[in-house]
């Protein structure tokens, strides 16, 4: 039977970011969704025309007027597109309840079909291999005193949604030395929601990329250089890794065969240390060997600490 249970060196690595960003309005927050690679954006609230038309060279729109839109367009070929953004995931959400409930207000037992099919959407780009950017307007929530800037979603969808998500980024701007500044955090903090699992700076800001009469002054890549290639870094050192692992498992494992009685397989214990283990391929290979100790009819005896058959006095 296939043993279900992973060490970190065993886990599959994926190689798509999912994020949401969010803010006020008129940030900016979805020309930065647009600096991922190569995006497809899925217009739910008009944003499109608030966006400079030198950022949407080369950028195809899906203007999203029912979710049987989102539905169709899924089944089309969207090889060329590396990313898909979400603009925004709240309208997005309303797209969704409309679909479930038509005309009337959602209720409780309505909730599990709707989150659902947010989870069917970020699983179904999961599965074309696509970096996907959500884009959120900014709520608040109050912790006692305290108010924390959120995204704004339905209160029954935020935990289901923020769960999906590897990164969570607050942009805002905020004048520092008579310089208006735009930033973003992933890192959660007592004033904003946020998650940063690959140790992204605790604060970035966001260039200006536009000269005031709306000239491009760079190219629009920020989330791409500074964001998801950082992210796609980290995963690439967990899969160099995991390719290490593997290798010195299946090395173990042609060498362990060649052990057929308790003098061979007490040799090949003697040199599991000259191994290039990796991670928790010494462990690994313990429970190999205990497995074909059994197999082999052997047991342990734990005053020698080696294997001798069953069956001796």
Not at 88 to 115: A, E, H
Request: glycine content about 6%; overall charge neutral.
């Amino acid at each position: 039977m296939q043993n279900l249970i992973r060490k970190a060196t065993e886990l599959e690595i994926p190689q798509t970011v999912k994020m949401m960003i969010y803010g006020q309005a008129g940030f900016g927050k979805t020309t930065l969704a647009l600096s991922a690679p190569d995006p497809l954006l899925l217009d739910f609230d008009g944003g499109v025309k608030r966006v400079n038309l030198s950022h949407l060279e080369g950028i195809d729109t899906v203007q999203v007027s029912a979710w049987t839109d989102v539905q169709q367009v899924l089944q089309e070929d969207l090889s060329r597109y590396r990313s898909i953004v979400v603009d925004t995931v709240g309208k997005m959400m309303d797209f969704i309840i409309s679909y479930k409930c038509s005309s009337r207000q959602p209720q409780l037992r309505d909730w599990g079909g709707i989150n659902a099919e947010f989870t069917w959407l970020t699983r179904q780009l999961s599965g074309l291999n696509k970096h996907v950017v959500f884009v959120a307007h900014r709520d608040t929530r109050k912790e006692g005193d305290d108010t924390v800037f959120i995204p704004a979603l339905r209160e029954k969808s935020y935990n289901s949604i923020v769960t999906e998500l590897d990164l969570l980024g607050y942009m805002e701007m905020r004048l520092e030395n008579g310089r208006q500044l735009r930033t973003i955090t992933f890192d959660p903090t007592s004033r904003n929601d946020g998650k940063n699992t690959c140790s992204l700076p605790a604060q970035m800001e966001v260039p200006a990329i536009l000269t005031g009469d709306g000239r491009p002054t760079a190219k629009n890549d920020f989330l791409k250089t500074r964001v998801i290639d950082p992210y796609l870094g980290m995963l690439r050192e967990k899969l160099e890794e995991k390719r290490a692992y593997d290798a010195v498992m299946a090395d173990i494992a042609e060498q362990l065969e060649l052990a057929t009685d308790a003098p061979s397989l007490n040799d090949f214990i003697s040199q599991i240390d000259g191994f290039r283990h990796v991670g928790s391929s010494k462990q690994a290979a313990a429970r190999m060997v205990a497995a074909h100790a059994r197999k082999l009819g052997l047991q342990l005896n734990k005053a020698t600490k080696r294997y001798e058959p069953a069956n001796a006095a």
